[in-house]
């Protein structure tokens, strides 16, 4: 890794206008990131779990610059693309991209495999031979036959399709990718072989990820460092085997409670931990930490103030008035 991280977000937060009271009297917004930072380095994988709707997805999306964001910076390899006009992005949309949740919805049926991974290449000098000589590129490279160019999306199994998408992916050189829990949708026995197939990916062409999933096991298996969101927040940050061995937030325990684990004998001494209530509406968050609603060792502090992400050491960031104390 070097010292300059690919990407860099400071204190980035995203807003949404989602309707109006009665007689347009006042905006409502939701808040779906609030205030976060995080750097990923070149040529790692930082895994980001948590629960659906924590905006997991929107600040990938942020990361990306597919959203502007309301407030924060975001650096891509020492520039700051934050406020670039989509014009002025031109030059680092090839250099980053985005593997969808669902290959099925995300592929055009009315379109060969072919022409839907040499989409992306239309903006560049080559020729249609060149083109034609990638899509065969990119299909061996991510164990697809080069016959498989002349179908449609339909003819494919869903494990398959992903590839498709990796592929496409893939077209323009990008450097950095955002997996947007890629294997959610497929069979238990697929998911294994497109995890071997990032990897593989990242050692061969030196990828860096962003890796969104709500399997801890599998995020364990990728990743290099993790980060934990909760409504909108980032509560914990922290090295991969540090993070599953020492997890300090009551979150992330309670979300480590709920991986399988294959001991029998260390299963039954686990103990699983149960969250009380449902995750709060975001429109109206609560005051002070936002997990307090649900916290099992809540303070009083919790109420009043938002515990701050602070470096507990060897870079495990941890947001909880609880820790330190």
Known sequence: MTAQPLIRAERVSMQFVVGTSILNARKRVLTAVDQVSLDIHRGETFG??????????????????????????IHYDGHDITT?????????????????????????????????????????????AQVDARVRELLSLVGLDENHARRYPHEFSGGQRQRIGIARALAAGPEFIVCDEPISALDVSIQAQVINLL????????????????????????????????????????????????????????????????????????????????????????SGCPFRTRCPVVMPVCADQKPALLDIGGGHWVACHRVGT
Not at 53 to 69: A, D, I
Not at 87 to 106: L, N
Request: charged share 20%.
């Open 199 to 286: 990897e593989e990916l990242q050692q061969r062409l030196g990828l860096t990820y962003l890796f969104v999933s709500h399997d801890l096991s599998m995020v364990r298996h990728i990743s290099h460092r993790v980060g934990v969101m909760y409504l909108g927040h980032m509560v914990e940050m922290a090295p991969v085997d540090e993070l599953f061995t020492h997890m300090a937030h009551p979150y992330t325990q309670a979300l480590m409670s709920a991986v399988p684990i294959a001991d029998p004998d260390a299963s039954a001494a686990s103990q699983r931990i149960i969250l009380q209530g449902d995750v709060p509406n975001p429109m109206a968050p609560p």
């Open 48 to 73: 980001l779990v948590g629960e659906s709707g924590c905006g997991k997805t929107t600040l990938g999306r942020l990361l990306l610059r597919l959203y502007k964001p309301t407030s924060g910076t």
């Open 84 to 128: 670039l006009t989509p014009q002025q992005m031109m030059p680092f949309r090839r250099r980053m991209q985005m593997i969808f949740q669902d290959p099925y919805a995300s592929l055009d049926p009315r379109m060969t495999v072919s022409t839907i991974i040499a989409e992306p290449l239309r903006r560049t000098e080559m020729d249609r």
